[in-house]
Nanobody, 123 residues
Framework: VQLQASGGGLVQAGGSLRLSCSAS????????MGWFRQAPGKERRFVAG????????YYVESVKGRFTISRDNAKNTVHLQMNSLKPEDTAAYYC?????????????????WGQGTQVTVSS
């Protein structure tokens, strides 16, 4: 599986961005997906996750009400809509696919990762 994350960029605080993650090599429709982020000098942390059907979503507390994860299984794509962005959201954002069970929140439960897309929020 190859994942390609896109949609990052530079935005002012309060602005919005929509990240996309597309896959090749395997259909994503049967698997859970997640978004993680890594700020400079910090560990990679969970941001949001979505079940294979899209019926269940999970968020880190700091993004609840501002970020929305969604998926389009017909297009083999997962999105992360980010609104009301804050400078502390600045990070490289990574999408990942989880082939088996386990926690959505744990980096170690994910099997394949995209290359990351940079999000920079200016104050």
């Amino acid at each position: 599986v190859q994942l390609q994350a896109s949609g990052g960029g530079l935005v002012q605080a309060g602005g919005s961005l929509r990240l996309s993650c597309s896959a090749s090599g395997r259909t994503l429709s049967r698997y859970a997906m997640g978004w993680f982020r890594q700020a400079p000098g910090k560990e990679r942390r969970f941001v949001a996750g979505i079940s294979w059907s899209g019926s269940s979503t999970y968020y880190v507390e700091s993004v609840k009400g501002r970020f929305t994860i969604s998926r389009d299984n017909a297009k083999n794509t997962v999105h992360l809509q980010m609104n009301s962005l804050k400078p502390e959201d600045t990070a490289a954002y990574y999408c990942a696919v989880k082939l088996y069970g386990g926690s959505y929140y744990s980096e170690g439960e994910y099997d394949y990762w995209g290359q990351g897309t940079q999000v920079t929020v200016s104050s």
